[in-house]
């Protein structure tokens, strides 16, 4: 009967060891084996971006992640799909509406989450080192409410 309990004794720390080592390495920064690259010409330069699941430009489920310098603003725009945030770390404003207004923010820490429902108009600003995780259905679009804030156009008009 000792052993026994023994061996479920070692069994639950060799679990509860599991489960704290899997939430200090997800906690801990950057997962191994991420590949990081700069986001599209969709998104204002400075952020990068890191495809983990599926091909967020073909139809079908897709996961993200995207890291933000302190300040980086996402100008006020909508998907044609909704989109899931998760805040992996940093702190992550975000609002609702046609007009980039950080006193109409929400603020959103470590395992903050959101979604922004199809053709709802919202922005966000990143205002310290962010990186927040998407998930949804592509393919993943961004409509600038403010045709002149899309940084495709700007790109283009130098």
Do not use: C
């Not at 599991?18 to 986001?39: C, D, M, R, T």
């Not at 609702?96 to 600003?125: E, K, V, W």
């Not at 998407?134 to 130098?158: K, L, Q």
Request: no cysteine.
């Amino acid at each position: 009967m000792r052993t026994v309990r023994l061996a479920v004794v070692a069994v639950a720390a060799l679990v509860s060891g599991a489960i704290a080592f899997g939430y200090a390495e997800l906690n801990a920064g950057p997962a191994p084996g991420v590949k990081w690259g700069p986001a599209p010409s969709f998104l204002p330069k400075g952020a990068r971006i890191a495809v983990l699941a599926g091909d967020p430009s073909q139809p079908g489920e897709f996961t993200i992640r995207l890291q933000f310098p302190a300040g980086y603003r996402i100008k006020p725009h909508f998907h044609p799909t909704d989109e899931h945030v998760t805040v992996l770390s940093g702190r992550f404003l975000v609002g609702m509406g046609d007009t980039l207004s950080r006193r109409q923010t929400m603020t959103l820490g470590p395992n903050g989450f959101i979604t922004a429902p199809a053709q709802a108009h919202h922005f966000a600003i990143a205002s310290m080192r962010t990186i927040v995780q998407v998930n949804g259905e592509g393919p993943f679009a961004i409509t600038y409410v403010n045709p002149a804030d899309d940084p495709r156009g700007a790109s283009t008009s130098n």
